[in-house]
């Protein structure tokens, strides 16, 4: 483990969430908090090796909380979280956030991830600039 990425508590990263219905699925938009945000600009200052490691593992405690907090506490009494499905489709655009648009915009207050989205592999995601299109191709 890094040791500059050990400050790292429950309830971190994400300061809420909410579900939209549009065209494309369900849109989840997580409220990042400052923290979450600024973490790839601090450790891009200790090399890319750091940043990759701590941006990618803040992106996987990201999911957590969103599956947790927002997930269970807020659309769970629903049952909408779950029918979102392709969570980790999902996921990987969460990580992609956390890892490049936190970067190039640190002061952005809300990430959408979009259900209806192919499930491409992370490296396609990220390419795709955190969005990779629907399976239909629009």
Partial sequence: MIDH???????TFVDGGK???????Y????????????LAQRSMAFGPVTYAAATWDAGQADWDEVEQRIGNNIFGAYGKFAAMGNHDG?????ICHQ???SLKEPNRLEWHLESGRR???????VHADCNP???DGK
């Fill in 133 to 135: 299109s629907p399976p």
């Fill in 99 to 101: 890892q490049f648009v």
């Fill in 90 to 94: 999902l996921k990987k655009q969460l």
């Fill in 27 to 38: 849109v989840l938009q997580v409220f990042p908090t400052y923290f979450a945000r600024h």
């Fill in 19 to 25: 579900l939209d219905s549009p065209r494309l699925g």
């Fill in 119 to 125: 499930d491409a592999s992370y490296i396609e995601t």
């Fill in 5 to 11: 990425v050990k400050i790292w508590n429950p309830g």
